[in-house]
């Protein structure tokens, strides 16, 4: 009988489980497929690199779902605690017509059961439709082929299952608690009662709501500008100053935003006494007024999903769009002798017989690695390089050239163009030499024009979006820079990479005539460039590279890096779909969270206000200007939180392209418009559901 009630009672009120539904089966839905993606790797043809850099994937993917898990704990629970207060009149009839409470507290622990369990249902049958899409976009981004001959394979993650079931599982026994708690300890006085007791109104004067509103518009800026200032590349007190501010500015916004809105409009008075105006404002003062708090924490939650999106995104463009220009070569193979600052001075590397071994040869990494490969039986190492081009980096031992001194030559400042993305203390470091012959040798090997120098002329060569525009100004404005007691003039800017590489790497490096380097130049890094016949040459000299940076036998080359343009791309696609997933995963479920509350508050408010809308329809207010007041209370709802969030994520959004300018290009305004139609589509879907429920429910 009870469990008969039970069923009717959820049939009956689909309109306040709606959303609630929707909700748990979309994250069970992601939080399956997601989970899910480690059984990928049995059914796609992964090299090693990739390979341990999907299974990096599934590491980290478990550690956020724990606290994918948590935020849907809280999700749920508040979910549950306004569909408990919407129905607490209906508990109390039940216990006026001679129901136990335990009999009440029994009908809602059923109806928990029942909602969790067609919504885990439903949510696990999208979830496997959807691990199987993310099987073919993980092929795609990974380049990796479905190991099935037909092309098809369906993947099933017991793991994941048992897993998803176990979380959900006792997230409904949890808010199936709490509900029987709530009903229990309830009177029935209070329960009779329950909807027409209202919130307390937080803020009644609109003066002072005015005054708060412009403060708290002031601290947002004063965040805004630390923000800015100081970045992220390293925590700083003004870093964790703006990250205060910008919360405590938010807060103080909501808190003051329904008297200022009324306020506002009050002084348009025509505008204020016209339709419903004056009705729709009270309805908002009344919401806002009451609920700032959660308001100012979805518009953060907002903030931190559309924030790591567009990072997330961002990192994996930059890092793609720079694979093409850091893999000129079959493979470069670096070797690192020395280090150099303003303060230090040039420090040598302990490589110990490796380092003698290096010098015997005359660093020339072309003879030490062919010794090395005769040495440890590996095989012919000219068999597998058709070419090969060998650039030092170079430092004055005495007095380097370092980034201040090309500011001092220039009048400029590297901080002015690379924003906060670079350290403090940037200007020690070193700027390196290179000879011309060496570049010219690792352009022709790579199929580019060689570089032409002019009497007292130089080039810079730089890879990195972080000093480009400050060399080219630089080059404008003639700047000349002394190397090594020769003056020279910068008269070129090249963004060549000058090695096979996963990040771009070099932030400037001055190209100088070989006659101009001192005998006594200090060797601080070796890169060889090799270009092989084809790809399984490439692969045997990076496996012959391996294996001479593994040994112990001291007469061999000794190697920091060794990248294949095999390694590269793998590295490369690997990371960025790490990172792309990570991004998606978090922020799809935050904004679907964020939605589901804002959602549930209105759903309930208009519950509540059901007798309001009745009287209007009394009063003779039409259908459709009582329906026009619901759309603008909800979207004022929804609106509000989301442009202030977006407010943050364009600022901090500053700040993150500086930093993915690390990895290479960001194109921001493709990205943005990319995530603010997935933002706009899953938040556009809540909004329009929340506005047809909103309206069936006041009307009764």
């Not at 009644?204 to 709501?209: A, C, G, Y």
Request: with cysteine; charged share 15%.
């Amino acid at each position: 009988m009870l469990a008969k009630l039970a069923l009717g009672n959820v049939r009956k009120s689909v309109a306040d489980f709606g959303i609630y539904f929707l909700t748990i089966m979309l994250g069970v839905a992601v939080f399956y497929a997601f989970n899910s993606m480690t059984a990928q790797q049995g059914v796609l043809a992964f090299s090693e690199t990739q390979d341990k850099m999907f299974s990096l994937l599934g590491m980290v993917i478990g550690g956020v779902s724990l606290f994918i898990a948590f935020v849907l704990v809280f999700l749920v629970v508040y979910a549950n605690r306004f569909l408990i207060r919407r129905r607490k009149k209906e508990f109390g009839l039940y216990l006026m017509m001679g129901m136990r409470t335990g009999d009440v507290v029994k009908i809602v622990a059923l109806e928990s059961l029942i909602v969790g369990a067609a919504s885990l249902v439903v949510g696990l049958l999208v979830g496997f439709g959807l691990s199987q899409l993310l099987l073919y976009v993980t092929s795609a981004l990974f380049q990796a082929d479905v190991a099935d001959a037909a092309g098809f394979a369906f993947v099933f993650s017991a793991d994941a299952l048992v897993q998803t079931v176990a979380v959900f599982a006792v997230i409904f026994v949890i808010a199936a608690v709490l509900n029987a708690r709530t009903v229990a300890k309830a009177k029935l006085i209070d329960l009779m009662h329950a909807a027409g007791k209202s919130e307390d109104m937080k803020l009644t004067s609109l003066p002072l709501s005015l005054v708060l509103f412009a403060m708290s518009l002031v601290i947002i800026g004063v965040s805004y500008k630390l923000l800015i200032d100081n970045g992220l590349m390293e925590p700083s007190p003004q870093f964790a100053a703006a990250t205060v501010l910008v919360c405590v500015g938010t807060v103080l916004f909501f808190y003051a935003l329904s008297g200022f809105l009324l306020k506002l409009v009050q002084l348009a008075r025509p505008l204020y006494l016209s339709g419903l105006n004056m009705f729709t404002l009270r309805q908002l003062n009344a919401k806002v007024n009451t609920t700032f708090a959660s308001l100012s924490i979805v518009c953060l939650v907002l903030f931190l999903a559309i924030t790591s999106v567009c990072g997330g995104i961002g990192i994996r463009n930059a890092l793609v769009s720079s694979i093409d220009a850091s893999t000129a070569y079959s493979a470069t193979v670096s070797t690192n002798f020395g280090s150099y600052n303003d303060e230090t001075g040039f420090v040598p590397s302990d490589l110990g017989e490796f380092g003698e071994f290096a010098k015997q040869q005359d660093y020339d990494a072309v003879v030490g690695l062919r010794a090395s490969a005769q040495t440890l039986g590996l095989g012919d190492f000219d068999a597998l390089v058709e070419g090969a081009a060998q650039v030092d980096l170079l430092v004055d031992p005495q007095d380097g050239l370092t980034m201040g001194d090309v500011e001092a030559a220039s009048g400029l400042k590297l901080a002015d163009y690379a924003g906060s993305a670079v350290n403090s203390g940037y200007e020690k470091f070193p700027v390196y030499v290179m000879k011309l012959s060496q570049v010219n040798a690792a352009l022709e090997l790579a199929g580019k024009p060689a570089l032409t120098l002019g009497a007292g002329e130089c080039a810079v060569f730089s890879d990195s979006d972080l000093t480009r525009g400050f060399y080219e100004q630089a080059i404008e404005r003639g700047t000349s820079l002394d190397v090594s007691g020769h003056a020279f003039a910068l008269a070129s800017f090249h963004g060549d990479t000058l090695q096979t590489t996963p990040i771009p790497m070099n932030t400037g490096a001055v190209v100088v005539p070989d006659d101009a380097i001192p005998a006594d130049a200090a060797l601080i890094q070796t890169m060889l460039n090799v270009q092989c016949a084809n790809d399984e040459d490439m692969t045997a000299f990076g496996e012959m590279m391996t294996a001479v940076s593994d040994t112990n036998e001291p007469n061999t080359w000794p190697i920091t890096m060794a990248f294949t343009r095999a390694d590269v791309y793998d590295q490369s696609i690997g990371l960025s779909t790490v990172v792309s997933y990570l991004a998606i995963y978090l922020g799809f479920v935050l904004v679907v969270a964020c939605a589901a509350i804002l959602a549930i508050q209105q759903l309930s408010d208009a519950s509540d206000s059901a007798p309001r809308y009745a009287l209007l329809r009394k009063l003779g207010a039409p259908e459709g200007m009582i329906s026009g007041s619901i759309f603008v209370q909800v979207l004022v709802y929804f609106l509000f939180p989301l442009a202030l969030a977006v407010a943050h994520s364009c600022c901090a959004l500053v700040v993150v392209t500086d930093v993915v300018a690390v990895f290479g290009h960001l194109d921001i305004t493709e990205m943005a418009l990319m995530c603010a139609a997935c933002f706009l589509i899953v938040y556009g879907a809540y909004f329009a559901i929340t506005y047809l429920g909103a309206r069936k429910l006041a009307r009764g």
